[in-house]
């Protein structure tokens, strides 16, 4: 089942379903009462009620918005709709057969995204601690600044989904904008642009418990984010033949090399490439495993991708194939070049800390200096600790 809080994750659960319905016999489905017909197993949360006016799913709303600040959605507003929400989601899990795992779409930068994600992340983890969960989280961007305390509101949703959520996938609206414009060539995206990009890659990996991403992709609690980037199948039009789309090449090395170059994430870096710890990349379409085997070679061939040295071989495959419907792959990918999101985000936080800047807004709805002093360190810690395992795979 999905759960979408706060409306960067309502949002893209919209259009995750939106592509989900178009095959509504999946398993992220439930039969109703009436024969033949299909609903999602979601829920949409929201404490700003007008993000959910149109949304014909589960909804659960509250009477008024976080503000922006991580402790209305944490310690106060977010409070009120608990129960409501709870109700939901037992009533889903209890329904199903076999729940396989739960998906968690939502922003680190907003005050329900954050605060009340935190929340329901804790109690996710007290209620199904056997239950897998992902989580989708739409992190700052580099130069683009959606509110002045996203610093704070990271870092302290970072802080308190440390060990509650055991894979997370980031992404960044920047990076979004930039393959919708330089590789989709959509002159002005929209925010469903951006979103039907991150439905892409939801819609890949639903094929495969949840589980299966965790075995393969997080070696230890801690080291658990994820990057990803999805390339499909497209033959475009262009006036000038000298000019190249990474969707122009027809042919499953195409997909693959596009998919592994590090300039199609979808979280922006700026600096050198890291340390890749491990990948998974799902292929769907009519394609086979031997041309697979023979694209990934042939990259291996022409470029060496950096593996940190305990972890040589490092990539997983999975093919689901399906007639009539073009190749496309996706990647989700372990790597220390995340390390990047968190250094710019404590810079930030450390600014801002400093002068003890819009503190007083989080310490009036319950919180206490000390929470921002652990999540200071705690997200410290973090980047030393893909640091280190940089470093040790540099030295040997």
Not at 16 to 34: A, F, G, H, Q, Y
Not at 175 to 185: K, N, T, V
Request: glycine share 6%.
């Amino acid at each position: 089942m999905s759960i979408h809080v706060g409306e960067a994750g309502v949002r893209m659960g919209e259009v995750i379903w939106d592509v989900l319905m178009k095959k509504p016999n999946s398993s992220m489905c439930r039969e109703t009462m009436v024969s033949g017909t299909y609903a999602p197993r979601a829920v949409f949360v929201d404490l700003d009620s007008s993000t959910l006016e149109k949304i014909p799913y589960v909804c659960v709303s509250g009477r008024e918005d976080a503000s922006n600040n991580f402790a209305r959605g944490y310690c106060t507003v977010g409070r009120t709709v608990m129960g409501a929400l709870w109700d939901h989601i037992s009533h889903m899990v209890e329904a199903c057969e076999s729940m396989q795992g739960i998906l968690l779409t939502h922003s680190t930068s907003g005050g329900t995204g954050a605060g009340l994600g935190s929340l329901l992340g804790e109690k996710l983890d007290d209620e199904f601690p056997r239950i897998s969960k992902i989580g989708f989280q739409l992190v700052p961007s580099p130069q683009v600044c959606t509110t002045i305390v996203e610093p704070y509101n990271t870092s302290l949703c970072h802080h308190y989904m440390m060990d509650k959520v055991q894979t997370k996938i980031l992404m960044e609206n920047e990076a979004l904008y930039d393959l919708c414009m330089l590789q989709q060539e959509i002159e002005r995206p929209t925010y469903y642009d951006l979103n039907s990009l991150v439905a892409n890659v939801v819609t890949s990996i639903v094929h495969q418990p949840c589980n299966e991403y965790y075995t393969n992709l997080v070696p230890y609690p801690r080291i658990h984010y994820v990057t990803c980037s999805y390339a499909p199948m497209r033959l475009t039009d262009r006036s000038h033949a000298n000019v190249t789309s990474v969707f122009d090449t027809p042919s499953p090395y195409g997909i693959t090399r596009d998919v592994l170059q590090l300039k199609n994430r979808m979280i922006k870096v700026y600096g050198k490439p890291g340390k890749w710890i491990a990948a998974y990349v799902m292929y769907n379409g009519q394609i086979t495993t031997t041309e697979i085997n023979k694209a990934l070679q042939r990259y291996r061939d022409g470029a060496k991708i950096p593996f940190v040295d305990w972890s040589p071989v490092g990539i997983k495959c999975s093919l689901e194939r399906e007639e009539g419907k073009p190749m496309a792959a996706t990647l989700l990918v372990n790597d220390t070049v995340i390390k990047e999101s968190f250094r710019r985000n404590n810079e930030r936080f450390n600014r801002m800390w400093s002068k003890g800047a819009f503190v007083h807004w989080y310490l009036q709805e319950g919180m206490e200096t000390g929470e921002f002093i652990e999540a200071q360190e705690n997200l410290a810690a973090l980047e030393l600790d893909y640091k280190e395992m940089e470093l040790e795979s540099d030295n040997q």
